[in-house]
């Protein structure tokens, strides 16, 4: 195929989903569901026909647009949020994952028979909550939330990408060497990886602002200049054995606090450059399904997304934040809202490409959990912000607080 009709057919996957994003839309379905379907439609068991099986390039090409989706939610969260709701968050963020990865993995390790190492895998990898998902849902219903639940729910679902990358390569690494190899090293390679992440990631937001607000460029430079930036904080960091994801959010974090130009046109460049990232992300994962290989996982797949929506997340968020005072509806929302996106089903294919004993149907699984996710949270969050009593009355036009400049 010529170079001409690559761009043709990649710039049309785009096009096409774009347009139909409005009827999507209007039937309140999750939209990144679109960009699955269109991923399924075009692979080799959909009328596409195109056979897409190389799991290290999606890894690698996943891994950036990850980093872009990052770096613009961290562009996105403003400090007095982070203020706010940063304890409860953080909290949500380590915890929480490290306490939904426990109790989904004992469960489904005790009703399946699984190994209890590759059980745990399995609850790393579907630990971490969607922001894109979740907001976009609640922004197309037009729901206000009370008090610190939106805060909360927005740095929850920025830090714990991060959080849930290690822990699923530490249990990676568990499942591939066992157990019994693993010690002190890889307790110092995890406050390696979460104390570079966070040094490189305020170090280097805070030099990108500087020269951000010190080098004289055009005004049309400056959005590629902090994006530059961005991706090289996530690229020195990983290199050095860092988490890179974890220094890409919290440098947009740091840049976004700090920079004093032209930040509503480096704002809605990195909006745009996430929808880019997503969209492909999540094109690419469809492509990567054969939907021929789901039904022979698809019941105890869903069985496990029950456990996670119904046991693992809800008991999680109770413990999270009962201490921080959060009404129980409150904490139900929360819980119900912890929508699985890309993250998960892109982690999914690290246990795949390793040297274990993990096999392509553990890709599927993850992927019917993702979508059983977000249909039934996807379609239920008006009725359960109505049901729970969460949402706020919308202001009267011209009373809201002022846009962000």
Known sequence: MSIELVIAAVSAVFFLGIVLTPLILRT?????????????????????????????????????????ILFAGGLETELADVRKAWAPAFTMA???????????????????????????????VVGSTDAAATFMLLQQRGIRLAGR??????????????????????????????IDGIGWSSAIEFFL???????????????????VNTTPLLPGMFPVFVLSGG????????????????????????????????????????????WIGQIGLFVMLGLLV?????????????????????VARPLATIVCLTPFRFPIRHQAFIGWVGLRGA????????????????????????????IASLVLQGWTIGPMARLLGVEVATPPAGNGPASRQ
């Open 193 to 211: 990886q979460i104390g570079l992440g966070l040094a490189f990631g305020v170090a280097g937001g805070r030099i990108v602002a500087h020269l």
């Open 28 to 68: 309140g379905a999750p939209l990144l569901l679109l960009f699955l379907g269109l991923g399924m439609l075009l692979g080799q068991d959909g009328p596409g026909g195109y056979a897409f099986n190389d799991f290290e390039l999606a890894y690698h090409l996943g891994s950036i647009a990850l980093a872009v």
């Open 290 to 310: 054969n939907p021929s290989e789901l039904p022979s996982v698809a019941l105890p797949a869903l069985a496990m997304a029950g456990l996670l929506i119904f």
């Open 231 to 274: 991706l090289m904080v996530f690229g020195v960091t990983a290199a050095l054995g860092g988490s890179g994801f974890l220094a890409v959010y919290l440098c947009g974090v740091v840049v976004s606090a700090r920079v004093t130009r032209t930040v509503e046109r480096i704002i809605s460049f990195h909006a745009a450059m996430a």
């Open 94 to 124: 380590t915890v929480g994952v490290c306490l939904t990865t426990g109790i989904l993995g004992v469960l489904v390790s005790l009703l399946f028979g699984l190994p209890i190492e590759r059980a745990l895998l399995l609850g790393a």
């Open 343 to 370: 993250v998960p089903i892109f982690l999914a294919i690290l246990p795949v490409l390793s040297i274990g004993p993990v096999t392509v149907s553990f890709f599927n699984e993850v992927f019917i959990i993702v």
């Open 149 to 178: 639940i939106k805060q909360t729910i927005l740095l929850e679902s920025g830090l714990n990408d991060p959080f849930a990358i290690f822990l699923t390569l530490f249990l990676l690494s568990v499942v591939d060497a066992s």
